[in-house]
T-cell receptor, first 117, second 111 residues
Framework: DAGVIQSPRHEVTEMGQEVTLRCKPI?????LFWYRQTMMRGLELLIY????????DSGMPEDRFSAKMPNASFSTLKIQPSEPRDSAVYFC???????????????FGQGTRLTVV | QQQVKQSPQSLIVQKGGISIINCAYE??????FPWYQQFPGKGPALLIA?????SEKKEGRFTISFNKSAKQFSLHIMDSQPGDSATYFC??????????FGAGTRLTVKP
C-alpha cells in the first residue's frame, strides 16, 4: 500500500483565494483525520470522520474551513477565503476503528505545506 | 484545545545520554497513549505506545513510563544517538478514535 496520499505537497496562494487540499486514506481504513501543524500551536486536530461521516469538527478554526469525505477513498479540506494566518502544514491521517483499549496506529501522509501571501 | 501538555519544547542531549520528554493529561477517558516521531518534511510516525493498565513499556532504547494516578507519562530514550534527532509528539486517544497530540518536543542529539 502506498500509504496516505496527500496533494499537493506545497501550495502557495494569494490571500482571498480558495485552497483545496486533498487526501486519499489507506484502503480499508475507516477513520480519517485532518490536522494542522504550526510552530506556535503544534499539531491540532481540525476534524475527523468515521465511515465518511464527520464526527467532531470542533477543531475547525472558522467557517472559512470546510471538509468533506464523499467516499471512503477521498477527502478534501477547503479554505475559502484563505488568509496569511492559515499558513501551516496540513496533515491527513487514517486509521482503522479501534476497539476499546486496543492500540490503533494513525498513519500520516506527508503533509501539504500551505503558504498564503 | 490543548488537552495534552508536553514538555520541554526543545531538548539538547549529548550522544549516549538519556532524553526524557514528559506529558500530562486531564481527561481520564483517554485509553491509549502513543508517541510519534517526526523527521523534517515527513508526517509523524508511531514510535511506541502504552495502555493505562501498564506502568512501563520498553522497546529497544525507547521506554514509556506511565503514572495513571498522576495522569502523566513520559518517553525515555536511552543511549541517545544523532539519528534520534527529530520532533517527538505524545498523544492520547479517547472515544475509540479521537486522538489529541501534545505540542511536540524538538530533540537534538549532539555527536
Amino acid at each position: 500500500d502506498a500509504g496516505v496520499i496527500q496533494s499537493p505537497r506545497h501550495e502557495v496562494t494569494e490571500m482571498g483565494q480558495e485552497v483545496t487540499l486533498r487526501c486519499k486514506p489507506i484502503s480499508g481504513h475507516n477513520s480519517l483525520f485532518w490536522y494542522r501543524q504550526t510552530m506556535m500551536r503544534g499539531l491540532e486536530l481540525l476534524i475527523y470522520f468515521n465511515n465518511n461521516v464527520p464526527i467532531d469538527d470542533s477543531g475547525m478554526p472558522e467557517d472559512r474551513f470546510s471538509a468533506k469525505m464523499p467516499n471512503a477513498s477521498f477527502s478534501t479540506l477547503k479554505i475559502q477565503p484563505s488568509e496569511p494566518r492559515d499558513s501551516a502544514v496540513y496533515f491527513c491521517a487514517s486509521t482503522t476503528r479501534a476497539t476499546q483499549g486496543a492500540g490503533t496506529e494513525a498513519f500520516f501522509g506527508q503533509g501539504t505545506r500551505l503558504t498564503v501571501v | 484545545q490543548q488537552q495534552v501538555k508536553q514538555s520541554p519544547q526543545s531538548l539538547i542531549v549529548q550522544k549516549g545520554g538519556i532524553s526524557i520528554i514528559n506529558c500530562a493529561y486531564e481527561n481520564t477517558a483517554f485509553d491509549y497513549f502513543p508517541w510519534y516521531q517526526q523527521f523534517p518534511g515527513k508526517g509523524p510516525a508511531l514510535l511506541i505506545a502504552i495502555r493505562p493498565d501498564v506502568s512501563e513499556k520498553k522497546e529497544g532504547r525507547f521506554t514509556i513510563s506511565f503514572n495513571k494516578s498522576a495522569k502523566q507519562f513520559s518517553l525515555h530514550i536511552m543511549d541517545s544517538q544523532p539519528g534520534d534527532s527529530a520532533t517527538y509528539f505524545c498523544a492520547a486517544r479517547y472515544n475509540n478514535n479521537d486522538m489529541r497530540f501534545g505540542a511536540g518536543t524538538r530533540l537534538t542529539v549532539k555527536p
